[in-house]
C-alpha cells in the first residue's frame, strides 16, 4: 500500500506545471542605445478595457516586485469603489536573471558621477559602472513605450512610474527632466545621496519649469521607519524634498511623503506598493 502511494506521488510529480500568475507575459528587448538586454513582464486585466484603454504601471526592478505589484494590482482592482483601485497594466522592466537584482540596474539608474563623489561601497570593491540614466529613458521613451502601446490598449494620459531605492532616484530623475513622461511618480526610498550633486541641479531646473508651465502631476515620495538610522540620510533627504517641492501645489504638483512604522530598506516593499497603488490612481483620477 505504501508503495502504491509512493507511485502516485511520482506520477503526480511528473504531471505538475510551473505556477503562473493570470493574465501576464513576458518578453525581451535589446534596447539600440547600448545594446543593453531586458526581460519586459506584462499584466493585462482580464476585463474589457475602457473606450481610452487601460492606466499603466511602469516597474522598474520587476524581477524583484513583478509579482507583488501584480496580485496587488489584481485583487484590489477587482473593487475600485472601494479600495481607489482601478484595472491597470503592469509594464515590469527587469533583466536576463533569476535573481531578484541585476548588476546592470547601477548603471541604468544612476547618473554620471566622478567615482570620488560615489558612496564607499562596504565591502572596499568597486562598484558596477554607472551613468546610463539618460540612455535608459531613452528606452523607456522610445522603444519600450511604442511597442506595449501598439500591442496592448494603453491610455497615455494615465501613465505610472514605479521606482525604489536606486530606481527612486531614477524616477525623481525622470521627473525633474521629463516630467511629461508620466502622470504620476512614485519613489521609494530613493538613493538621493548617490548623485545628490546632479539631482538638486535638475531639482532647481524643474521647479523654475513648474513655476513657468503649471502641470498636473501627483509624486509619491516613501520611505521605511528604520531606514532613519543609516548614514546616507534617506529619510531625512526624501522628507526634505518633500517638503521643498510641496511649495509647487499652487503649480500642479501634489506630493505626498509617508514613513512606513517599523519597515526597512526591502521588508518596506509591500506596503509600500498598496499605498502606491492608490496614490497613483487617485492622482490620475485628478488628471483624467
Not at 496580485?71 to 483601485?85: C, H, M
Not at 482601478?86 to 533583466?95: F, L, M, N, S
Not at 550633486?197 to 524643474?206: A, D, N, S, T
Request: glycine share 6%.
Amino acid at each position: 500500500m505504501a508503495l502504491q502511494t509512493n507511485v502516485e506521488a511520482v506520477n503526480k510529480v511528473k504531471d505538475s506545471t510551473e505556477v503562473t500568475i493570470p493574465g501576464t507575459e513576458q518578453r525581451v528587448m535589446q534596447s539600440r542605445v547600448g545594446n543593453s538586454d531586458y526581460r519586459i513582464f506584462v499584466y493585462t486585466p482580464d476585463e474589457e478595457p475602457p473606450v481610452t484603454g487601460f492606466p499603466v504601471i511602469y516597474l522598474l526592478d520587476a524581477n524583484a516586485v513583478f509579482g507583488t505589484m501584480v496580485e496587488a494590482q489584481r485583487l484590489q482592482g477587482r473593487r475600485p469603489e472601494k479600495t481607489g483601485v482601478v484595472p491597470a497594466i503592469v509594464v515590469g522592466i527587469g533583466y536576463q536573471t533569476e535573481a531578484p537584482f541585476a548588476s546592470a540596474r547601477y548603471y541604468d539608474y544612476t547618473l554620471p558621477m566622478p567615482v570620488s563623489e560615489l558612496p564607499k561601497r562596504p565591502d572596499g570593491t568597486e562598484w558596477p559602472e554607472q551613468g546610463g540614466a539618460e540612455a535608459f529613458l531613452t528606452f523607456i521613451e522610445e522603444e519600450l513605450k511604442p511597442e506595449i502601446e501598439r500591442d496592448f490598449p494603453i491610455d497615455s494620459n494615465r501613465q505610472m512610474i514605479f521606482g525604489h531605492s536606486l530606481g527612486g532616484l531614477f524616477v525623481l530623475h525622470v521627473l525633474f527632466t521629463k516630467p511629461t513622461a508620466f502622470q504620476s511618480y512614485i519613489a521609494g526610498s530613493p538613493s538621493i545621496h548617490w548623485n545628490k550633486r546632479i539631482l538638486l541641479e535638475e531639482e532647481q531646473h524643474f521647479t523654475l519649469r513648474m513655476e513657468q508651465n503649471s502641470m498636473d502631476i501627483g509624486l509619491l515620495l516613501t520611505v521605511g521607519e528604520l531606514e532613519s538610522s543609516h548614514k546616507s540620510r534617506m529619510n531625512d533627504n526624501a522628507k526634505e524634498l518633500s517638503e521643498r517641492l510641496s511649495k509647487l501645489a499652487n503649480q500642479g504638483l501634489r506630493v505626498e511623503f509617508k514613513q512606513f512604522e517599523d519597515e526597512g530598506h526591502v521588508s518596506v516593499l509591500p506596503v509600500l506598493i498598496s499605498r502606491a497603488l492608490r496614490f497613483g490612481w487617485r492622482s490620475l483620477s485628478v488628471n483624467a
